[in-house]
């Protein structure tokens, strides 16, 4: 294998020091680093590579904990690195950068930087012939902020990097649990057989967040969470729920399917929104204990009668032949009472009960992933009693990934797909199409709301999120799992 160079441009920032940098570090203490791999750092400070690893090392270390690294452990990884203190938004601080490329190893460019920089990091690239050799590039979300400034930010991508080249980041899909869904869908008839229109009733897709907006106001402000989490985590994982078997794990047969599904979902026109869309914004309340304050109140606030959402409920429609009347309930906010990520397969009931109880209990399959990892499947067994002939009770079989595996840790998001950008493995991440269509769709909703009007109602921190998006799903004879 080629050797690899990962230059990763923000090395000084929060995400570095919060998560790629621990995902190397992990990776590295599980032998699966290459061995030849270099790690370049760049940053503003004009400072030599020990001074930047003394105080990376502190800084990993509260985000770490008790899996923080010992001194060998550390000295080990540390031999990975070099450092480049460089304004990388000045086109002449690109000549230092150029000296540590080698254009007979593979250039691995990670952008933890705001977007709004993305082009401009890649125009310097090229003015300073950084892009001659071997080169692939990796983004974190947000590409853009609607279907117009994707596509410039996509464009911009296209001149310098063949589509092949281009990582895009969703890290939900680096998750152990969500990548499980390829597994359990596909490698398992019983359930493979059960996942269509004539077995489910309906879907639930829940992203709750116990934080509020974190020091993020003016940032968060311009988007909201529809922006924020809908387009990205939410519409990857109703994708991975809904979409057809691909032909293969290769990247583009993964990502054809996701498209399809992108492209099926119902558009919720004007005359619609008002019954298919619920948006809140938290106002104070109380979190994990203590008294928080109301998005309005947060330090950074800039605009006191701000409409912007901080929670959304969407029931939406995947319109083909495998979900024809199948709603999918999707669910998102912050200051929520718990930080929770699952999937809720509702099946339906059957079509005529034999038992005494005379109560129906529907299957329900339950991916839950986070805050612990794994699987339920809520089944119905008979009750273990002589009072009553065959009557039927709730059971539960729980699938723990982290008990069943042994392991004493599940990994990171970014460690798969750090290993798998440095193996020139796609699939894990979002190509261009699907993430232009998803714009477009969530374009399309936000524009909508704004013709109806749809009102941004208050609902405590601490609380799922304002009452109507209860009787979003209520007024369908369903309810939320929490």
Same mark, same amino acid.
């Given at each position: 294998?080629?050797?690899?160079?990962?230059?990763?441009?923000?090395?000084?920032?929060?995400?570095?020091?919060?998560?790629?940098?621990?995902?190397?570090?992990?990776?590295?203490?599980?032998?699966?680093?290459?061995?030849?791999?270099?790690?370049?750092?760049?940053?503003?400070?004009?400072?030599?590579?020990?001074?930047?690893?003394?105080?990376?090392?502190?800084?990993?270390?509260?985000?770490?904990?008790?899996?923080?690294?010992?001194?060998?452990? !550390?000295?080990?990884?540390?031999?990975?690195?070099?450092?480049?203190?460089?304004?990388?938004?000045?086109?002449?601080?690109?000549?230092?950068?150029?000296?540590?490329?080698?254009?007979?190893?593979?250039?691995?460019?990670? /952008?933890?930087?705001?977007?709004?920089?993305?082009?401009?990091?890649?125009?310097?690239?090229?003015?300073?012939?950084?892009?001659?050799?071997?080169?692939?590039?990796?983004?974190?979300?947000?590409?853009?902020?609607?279907?117009?400034?994707?596509?410039?930010?996509?464009?911009?991508?296209?001149?310098?990097?063949?589509?092949?080249?281009?990582?895009?980041?969703?890290?939900?899909?680096?998750?152990?649990?969500?990548?499980?869904?390829?597994?359990?869908?596909?490698?398992?008839?019983?359930?493979?057989?059960?996942?269509?229109?004539?077995?489910?009733?309906?879907?639930?897709?829940?992203?709750?967040?116990?934080?509020?907006?974190?020091?993020? !106001?003016?940032?968060?402000?311009?988007?909201?969470?529809?922006?924020?989490?809908?387009?990205?985590?939410?519409?990857?994982?109703?994708?991975?729920?809904?979409?057809?078997?691909?032909?293969?794990?290769? $990247?583009?047969?993964?990502?054809?399917?996701?498209?399809?599904?992108?492209?099926?979902?119902?558009?919720?026109?004007?005359?619609?929104?008002?019954?298919?869309?619920?948006?809140?914004?938290?106002?104070?309340?109380?979190?994990?204990?203590? $008294?928080?304050?109301?998005?309005?109140?947060?330090?950074?606030?800039?605009?006191?009668?701000?409409?912007?959402?901080?929670?959304?409920?969407?029931?939406?429609?995947?319109?083909?032949?495998?979900?024809?009347?199948?709603?999918?309930? /999707?669910?998102?906010?912050?200051?929520?009472?718990?930080?929770?990520?699952?999937?809720?397969?509702?099946?339906?009931?059957?079509?005529?009960?034999?038992?005494?109880?005379?109560?129906?209990?529907?299957?329900?399959?339950?991916?839950?992933?986070?805050?612990?990892?794994?699987?339920?499947?809520?089944?119905?067994?008979?009750?273990?009693?002589?009072?009553?002939?065959?009557?039927?009770?709730?059971?539960?079989?729980?699938?723990?990934?982290?008990?069943?595996?042994?392991?004493?840790?599940?990994?990171?998001?970014?460690?798969?797909?750090?290993?798998?950008?440095?193996?020139?493995?796609?699939?894990?991440?979002?190509?261009?199409?699907?993430?232009?269509?998803?714009?477009?769709?969530?374009?399309?909703?936000?524009?909508?709301?704004?013709?109806?009007?749809?009102?941004?109602?208050?609902?405590?921190?601490?609380?799922?999120?304002?009452?109507?998006?209860?009787?979003?799903?209520?007024?369908?004879?369903?309810?939320?799992?929490?």
């Amino acid at each position: 294998m080629t050797g690899v160079d990962l230059i990763i441009f923000g090395a000084s920032g929060d995400l570095s020091a919060r998560k790629l940098f621990p995902a190397l570090f992990q990776l590295d203490r599980a032998e699966l680093l290459p061995s030849d791999l270099r790690i370049t750092a760049i940053a503003r400070d004009q400072v030599d590579v020990d001074v930047f690893l003394e105080g990376l090392r502190q800084r990993m270390n509260g985000y770490m904990g008790s899996e923080s690294p010992s001194d060998a452990e !550390w000295q080990h990884y540390s031999r990975h690195f070099q450092y480049v203190g460089a304004d990388f938004t000045k086109g002449d601080n690109y000549s230092s950068i150029r000296e540590t490329l080698d254009d007979s190893r593979v250039s691995l460019f990670y /952008l933890a930087t705001p977007p709004s920089i993305f082009a401009l990091i890649c125009n310097n690239l090229a003015n300073n012939n950084c892009l001659t050799g071997d080169c692939r590039i990796v983004l974190e979300k947000p590409i853009g902020e609607c279907l117009a400034s994707s596509k410039e930010v996509n464009e911009t991508l296209a001149r310098y990097f063949d589509e092949a080249s281009i990582y895009r980041i969703d890290h939900y899909l680096g998750k152990e649990t969500v990548q499980n869904l390829l597994a359990l869908r596909f490698a398992n008839r019983f359930i493979n057989s059960q996942w269509d229109a004539n077995c489910i009733d309906h879907v639930q897709i829940t992203v709750g967040e116990i934080v509020g907006i974190e020091g993020r !106001w003016s940032y968060y402000d311009r988007v909201g969470q529809l922006r924020d989490m809908v387009q990205n985590h939410l519409m990857q994982l109703l994708c991975l729920v809904a979409m057809e078997p691909p032909n293969s794990l290769e $990247a583009d047969s993964i990502r054809d399917e996701k498209v399809k599904i992108v492209k099926a979902l119902r558009r919720v026109d004007v005359d619609q929104v008002a019954e298919h869309v619920v948006k809140g914004q938290y106002s104070q309340g109380w979190s994990s204990g203590a $008294a928080v304050p109301g998005y309005l109140e947060e330090a950074g606030c800039e605009r006191p009668d701000s409409e912007t959402e901080t929670f959304i409920a969407i029931k939406a429609h995947v319109d083909n032949w495998r979900w024809a009347g199948v709603p999918f309930y /999707l669910r998102t906010g912050k200051r929520v009472p718990e930080k929770l990520t699952e999937i809720i397969i509702q099946y339906k009931d059957l079509p005529h009960n034999i038992f005494s109880s005379g109560t129906n209990i529907a299957n329900k399959l339950i991916i839950r992933l986070q805050p612990r990892e794994g699987i339920e499947l809520t089944m119905a067994s008979k009750r273990q009693t002589l009072r009553d002939k065959l009557s039927l009770q709730n059971h539960t079989l729980d699938l723990d990934f982290r008990e069943t595996t042994g392991m004493s840790r599940i990994p990171d998001a970014y460690e798969r797909l750090f290993l798998d950008a440095i193996n020139g493995d796609q699939s894990l991440f979002v190509g261009r199409e699907e993430i232009e269509e998803s714009w477009r769709w969530c374009d399309e909703l936000i524009d909508a709301c704004n013709q109806k009007n749809i009102e941004t109602k208050p609902y405590h921190a601490g609380s799922w999120g304002p009452p109507k998006a209860e009787l979003l799903i209520e007024k369908d004879g369903r309810s939320w799992h929490v």
